[in-house]
């Protein structure tokens, strides 16, 4: 059986759960004005609009992340309450190549580990093409019935929770398999990043989450990972599968807006 056989059949299997059509939006100065909010529990997704207050005050990947935290959370929730949240953000220079460390993506969620909020950084792709796609961060809450993917899909213009029962656990061949289903042919997989934590992270409050970059150069799926706190611990116990951002070819993705007025100008 070939391997495009197989990933057909994988996908043959999935089960649209909910959909969501947006318009993907060009970010103007470093936002998009809208963050996604998907409850795997409920079946929901939703938009939550950037305000002024968000742009102000909490600034950067990590200040987002802990603003639309503070919003899903309770003083009583613990690691693996149903409504603690974990928070994806590339902050407003997120993709923005002049700057260094622009590719990275902040991470928070309440740590299985001390059952405080912790948050994590790391490279590769997903947060860069989640902006792309026209998200400033990601919130993803409940806990699923069986193992889901969440897949951001800019070409199609929509976010679906999809049921995967058939596709690998561990994040070595998962992001092989979805960046290759999803990608659809090799000159669409540098648009295809993956975010999993493999069958370790079930039985470890350290697991770490894993995210995916395609490397043209080697033909195959590179893994960086944010370490810090057993944020893969949240994602399996939430039985996510995958986080999944398929982008619009970046060259034509968006347009950086930028400011007329000089330095130091009003």
């Not at 929901?44 to 305000?51: G, K, L, N, W």
């Not at 742009?55 to 690691?79: A, H």
Request: neutral net charge.
């Amino acid at each position: 059986m070939s391997e495009q056989h197989d990933l057909q059949a994988m996908r043959a299997k999935h089960n649209v759960l909910a959909r969501h059509a947006y318009a993907p939006s060009e970010p103007a100065r470093g936002y998009t004005g809208k963050c996604l909010r998907v409850d795997v529990g409920a079946n929901r997704i939703d938009e939550i609009p950037v305000t002024q207050e968000m742009k102000d005050l909490f600034v950067g990947g990590k200040g987002l992340d802990l603003r639309l935290m503070w919003d899903e959370v309770k003083p009583t929730t613990k690691w693996n309450s149903p409504e603690n949240a974990i928070c994806v953000s590339s902050g407003p220079l997120g993709g923005t190549t002049t700057y260094s460390g622009a590719g990275k993506s902040l991470l928070t969620a309440i740590s299985p580990m001390t059952d405080i909020p912790i948050d994590s950084n790391v490279g590769g792709h997903f947060g860069p093409l989640m902006k792309f796609s026209g998200w400033d961060a990601l919130v993803v809450t409940g806990i699923a019935a069986e193992d889901v993917l969440v897949v951001i899909d800019a070409p199609a213009g929509e976010v679906r929770i999809e049921t995967a029962p058939k596709e690998a656990v561990d994040s070595h061949v998962l992001a092989e398999q979805l960046t290759r289903m999803f990608g659809g042919t090799p000159n669409d997989f540098e648009n295809v990043s993956i975010v999993s934590a493999g069958t370790g992270a079930e039985h470890a409050l350290m697991g770490c989450l894993n995210f995916s970059w395609w490397d043209w150069r080697r033909g195959h799926v590179r893994l960086k990972q944010a370490g810090r706190g057993g944020l893969g611990t949240v994602l399996r116990h939430k039985k996510i599968k995958a986080l999944v951002v398929h982008a619009r070819p970046w060259k034509n993705a968006w347009t950086i807006t930028l400011d007329p007025r000089p330095l130091g100008g009003n």
